[in-house]
């Protein structure tokens, strides 16, 4: 059963730093892609960055130039280093796989770690 594992969420001052990790458990495959995706409440659910197995990144417009994705293919693991956060950062932040193989296309989800600033 695979298992998605966030860490590194909590309370930052606007203009603070933090780290969110992601580990993946139960699957010997590499996922095409892994991301990061964030709620904030009364609002959908938006994607924050994702990287695909090659390395090639893509972020959210609000996010360019301060949150920095990574992975470490080997490990299955999917960081997010976000500087220079603000208030509107605030939200539920999930991590998020893909997996396509013969059988089809795979979506994993974390359970969520809650990220605030305060200002």
């Known amino acids: 059963q695979v298992q998605l594992v966030e860490s590194g969420g909590g309370l930052v001052q606007a203009g603070g730093s933090l780290r969110l990790s992601c580990a993946a458990s139960?699957?010997?495959?590499?996922?095409?892609?892994m991301g990061w995706y964030r709620q904030a409440p009364g609002k959908l659910r938006e994607l924050v960055a994702a990287?695909?197995?090659?390395?090639?990144?893509n972020y959210a417009d609000a996010v360019k130039g301060r949150f920095t994705i990574s992975r470490d293919n080997a490990k299955n693991t999917v960081y997010l280093q976000m500087n220079s956060l603000k208030p509107e950062d605030t939200a539920v932040y999930y991590c998020n796989a893909e997996l396509r193989i013969s059988s089809g296309k795979y979506d994993y989800w974390g359970q969520g770690t809650q990220v605030t600033v305060s200002s």
């Open positions: 990287i695909t197995s090659g390395g090639t990144t």
């Open positions: 139960g699957i010997i495959f590499s996922f095409n892609s």
